[in-house]
């Protein structure tokens, strides 16, 4: 008789154990990262001795740094007395004593509470644009920010602001009364036409006239004495926010079936992209004024933001014509069969859509556009990379001095660019509404 087979059956749970220490934890995340071939061990141990090599090297320079000093003379003293002779040492004292140069140039340090307030107000503005979780009437004082703005840092009479303002006012008048008679393209071709014609003819007569009744301003501020990161936030912000809705405008001319509204879009494009930026900002300083009537002086900063904000907005155009691209022919197809008009369909599903998939390109753009407010030293103006840094150096307290003001200047525009693009990522992770 053939034996039946045994089964065994457990009766208790065996407890949980831990995971192999190879396989959780930081001895895994090197093991696949770092060493996880003969390549990559190479490499790491490449880069240990790289940085290794670096801090090695500049680490005595960063900690005898020296912070209280009024000339390079001093600071090389100090660092000899310290640490003996032959050592050298970060002279920082240069940024501590220069840093208002380095912050508003050469603006009059009694009205320097003016761009910091203008600072303040900035972010004031710009808050609900980055935050949909504010209130969205706080979009008022966003829309209306750059008048204030610029009468805060430029001074002069407040009814010049005003009178700017009032041109979009009587722009939307003449859009809404033309609309009913002549239709929604007349209409769009009186909103800016009109706006126009106010801002060149009538708004610097009624300002003066105003002004002579209610005389309300500050002490005027000339160009020349802007500088530092005070100019190089004045260009970039104010190309940042002007580029943006040109550039979508200039998207949607170059999709456009109009004939000559598609020509002149893909010109415009095609000329400011293949002209160097320098070009355009000697335009701006040198040729101008030619094209204007005689005696007319118009500002070198609000020459250079106009040449910088359409350098700007022909490539946020194209950034914003792959996104337009990208979106699937349906939602056109969808947008037909809701039976909404072109406007309608484009603001309210296919412009969203192209914006979220643009956003890395468009937040790159800005990056740049912020970058190249220091070439604007080439045209006279202190940035504050070259131009400050050289006007200090000038000076003969610190005539000799070179890392330090690069170092710094540069860290800063890191931290700004880098605060950009991390703020373009959160972005990014909350508009991804595709499946996962």
Request: charged share 15%; proline share 7%; net charge positive.
């Amino acid at each position: 008789m053939s034996q039946s087979p045994a089964f065994f059956v457990r009766k208790d749970i065996l407890p949980q154990l831990p995971p192999p220490a190879g396989e959780t934890g930081p001895v895994k995340w090197a093991r696949e990262n770092l060493f996880s071939s003969p390549l990559n061990i190479f490499l790491t141990l490449l880069g240990f001795a790289a940085a290794f090599f670096l801090i090695y090297e500049f680490s005595p320079w960063f900690l005898h740094s020296v912070w209280n000093a009024s000339s390079l003379a001093e600071c090389r003293q100090i660092v000899t007395a310290t640490w003996g002779e032959g050592a050298n040492g970060a002279c920082w004292a240069v940024i501590k004593e220069r840093w208002p140069q380095y912050l508003f140039g050469f603006y009059p340090s009694h009205l320097y509470w003016r761009p910091v307030l203008a600072f303040g107000l900035l972010l004031v503005a710009i808050a609900p644009v980055l935050f949909p979780a504010l209130p969205t009437k706080m979009l008022w004082f966003s829309l209306l920010f750059p008048a204030v703005g610029y009468w805060l840092i430029w001074g002069g009479s407040v009814w010049v602001p005003v009178m700017a303002v009032m041109g979009f006012v009587v722009g939307y008048l003449a859009a809404k009364i033309i609309q009913p008679l002549a239709g929604t393209i007349v209409a769009t071709i009186a909103a800016v036409v009109v706006p126009m014609v106010w801002w060149i003819v009538l708004a610097g007569p009624v300002a003066d006239l105003v002004h002579g009744a209610v005389p309300i301003g500050l002490e005027t501020v000339r160009s020349r004495e802007f500088g530092g990161f005070l100019l190089a936030f004045t260009i970039g912000v104010t190309g940042i926010v002007f580029s943006l809705p040109l550039g979508v405008m200039l998207a949607l001319g170059r999709q456009s079936d109009m004939f000559i509204v598609n020509k002149l879009s893909v010109g415009f494009i095609e000329f400011i992209r293949g002209v160097p930026l320098i070009t355009l900002l000697f335009t701006a300083s040198l040729l101008l004024n030619y094209f204007l009537p005689p005696g007319s002086d118009f500002d070198i900063i609000l020459r250079v933001i106009i040449m910088v904000t359409l350098f700007a907005a022909a490539y946020i155009a194209e950034v914003i014509r792959g996104g337009l691209a990208a979106l699937p022919k349906g939602q056109y197809e969808a947008a037909d069969a809701l039976g909404l008009d072109y406007w309608k369909a484009t603001r309210l599903i296919i412009m969203p859509q192209a914006l979220k998939i643009s956003i890395p390109g468009i937040v790159s753009t800005f990056i740049g556009l912020f970058k190249d407010t220091t070439l604007v030293v080439f045209v006279g103006l202190l940035d504050p990379l070259k131009g400050i840094t050289d006007a200090v150096r000038a000076t003969t307290d610190w005539k000799g001095i070179y890392w330090e003001p690069y170092i710094f200047v540069g860290a800063i525009f890191f931290l700004i660019c880098f605060g950009m693009s991390r703020y373009s990522m959160y972005l990014e992770r909350k508009l991804k509404t595709d499946h996962r």
